[in-house]
């Protein structure tokens, strides 16, 4: 039986189950006269949390992340990208990893005045900070909420680097403060895009723009100076590994400057997830895809470890490995990134200007 015939199934959500919050001691369930018990799911709509965080700029301490600075304005995300590893940030705020992470979106609308405050801090030096390490910084709520663009307005206030990721065409919105912040070399764009395949996007990242919009988006920054890295994450043995290379290409012909990748990572309760969705979704090679993502993961799903969680190791890993090297040097030759201009920043005494230093 086919994804469309599954009455089980949830159009235009990734997660098809809520699993249990290991955080929670209770859950609630459907109780049939039968006596059977069964997870409530209920394909409600999108609803939106607030939270006053005292700070907004997060620092990672993981080996394999570099000490990244990140900002996330936005907890969840409407997109509802099955693999997304930030689905295990929600059970923090005591919600589900599954379905609760692209329908309970938690907001931070005082993000800017934080980050004013953290560029004002009396030993500040400037770093390159990332929008967003967690959830897209322009998923649909950011059409109306703007959070994400206060910021870049800051950024490029303060001329401090910014770099950002998204799978969203709302960037263009920002083209303006963008293209100002191109000039200094304070920008960085990442675009996701794992797939060609609609048929696959629609079911892997249900919420997303197609992959045409994206190549359009890629196009569109490329043609304003604004450098564009397609990032081919994350490559899932079995279902879009073989597309790396038409990626690539198609990437690079609308001007992108780079290309990353990562592994597959079905940390916390992602495997539950993914595993219930690709024997819903693709049953007649479900446990195939499984045996390859474990094979590029110490035979593990849930795999954790520095590394080698977002890389994978062993023959099959290596090959993808090899296939993505190879396609970089075929379709993007000596195209690089251009280095951030940290030398920018304005100091707290100087800030006598608008928004765009005239």
Known sequence: MSHEENPQFF?????????????????????????????????TATQVYEETPKKIVSESESPDLWHMYSINPYQGCEHGC?????????????????????????????????LEEHFNKKNYQPVAMLLSGNTDCYQPLERKLKITRSLLELFLKYRNPVSIITKNNLILRDLDILGELAKLNLVQVNVSLNSLNEQLRQKLEPRTVTATGRLAVIQALSGHGIPVRVMVAPVIPGLNSNEIPSVIRASADRGALAAGFTMVRLNGSIAELF??????????RAEKVLNMIKACHDGKLNDSEFGRRMKGDGNLAESIHQLFRMSVNRFMGNRSMPEFDHSLFVPRKGRQMNMFGH
């Open 82 to 114: 099955l693999y997304c590893y930030a689905r295990n940030t929600h059970e923090y705020f005591g919600f589900s990893a599954g379905l609760d992470f692209e329908r309970k979106i938690i907001v931070k609308r005082n993000a800017a005045q934080l």
């Open 11 to 43: 159009k235009g959500r990734g997660a098809q189950v809520n699993p249990h919050n290991k955080f929670l001691k209770k859950k609630y369930v459907l109780e049939h006269v039968e006596g059977l018990d069964e997870p409530l799911l209920e394909n």
């Open 275 to 284: 595993t219930d969705w690709i024997h819903k979704t693709y049953p007649d």
